[in-house]
C-alpha cells in the first residue's frame, strides 16, 4: 500500500495542519513574606526549611516584636468569641422545633425500619436452622 507525501508530511510536522505545541510558562517567582502587605491572608504553614534548625515553622504576617502575654491572649481570644457569636444568624424558635420534630419522625421511622428488618433475618436463620437440623 502506497502512502501519499501528504501523509508524511503530516506526520513529520511540516504539513499545513501541523500544530506547534505551546512553550510552557515558566513557575510564577517566590514571594517574600516581606513583601506581602499584612491585609493579605495568612499562609497555612511556612515552606519546609524555613523554621528554626531546618522544621517547618508557621508565619503571621504584620506581627513584628515580642509575644503578647498569657492574660493579654486569653483576653483577646473572649473577645474573639463574643465578637464571632455576635455575626452568628441563631434560628428561630419556630424553626428550632420544626427541625426538631423532623429528626425525631426520622429516628421513629428508621428505628421501626431496623426492627422489621432484624425480625425478618432472625425468623429466615430460625428457618434455615430447622430445615438443615441445627
Known amino acids: 500500500m502506497a502512502r501519499r507525501r501528504e501523509d508524511?508530511?503530516?506526520?513529520?510536522?511540516?504539513?499545513?495542519?501541523?500544530?506547534?505545541?505551546?512553550?510552557?510558562?515558566?513557575?510564577?517567582?517566590?514571594?517574600?513574606?516581606?513583601?506581602?502587605?499584612?491585609?493579605?491572608?495568612?499562609?497555612?504553614?511556612?515552606?519546609?526549611?524555613?523554621?528554626?534548625?531546618?522544621?517547618?515553622?508557621?508565619?503571621?504576617?504584620?506581627?513584628?516584636?515580642e509575644r503578647a502575654g498569657f492574660f493579654e491572649r486569653v483576653g483577646q481570644f473572649w473577645h474573639d468569641i463574643r465578637a464571632e457569636l455576635r455575626r452568628v444568624t441563631w434560628p428561630t424558635l419556630k424553626q428550632v422545633q420544626s427541625t426538631t420534630i423532623i429528626t425525631i419522625i426520622a429516628c421513629a421511622f428508621f428505628a421501626v425500619y431496623l426492627y422489621i428488618i432484624d425480625f425478618g433475618f432472625t425468623k429466615l436463620i430460625g428457618g434455615l436452622t430447622k430445615l438443615l437440623g441445627g
Not at 503530516?10 to 513574606?33: L, M
Not at 506581602?36 to 534548625?53: H, I, L, M, Q, T
Open 8 to 65: 508524511d508530511e503530516i506526520e513529520e510536522g511540516r504539513g499545513d495542519d501541523a500544530q506547534v505545541p505551546p512553550e510552557p510558562e515558566p513557575p510564577p517567582g517566590r514571594v517574600s513574606s516581606a513583601e506581602v502587605s499584612a491585609d493579605a491572608p495568612a499562609p497555612r504553614a511556612a515552606r519546609f526549611g524555613e523554621g528554626p534548625e531546618g522544621r517547618a515553622a508557621r508565619r503571621e504576617r504584620g506581627v513584628k516584636g
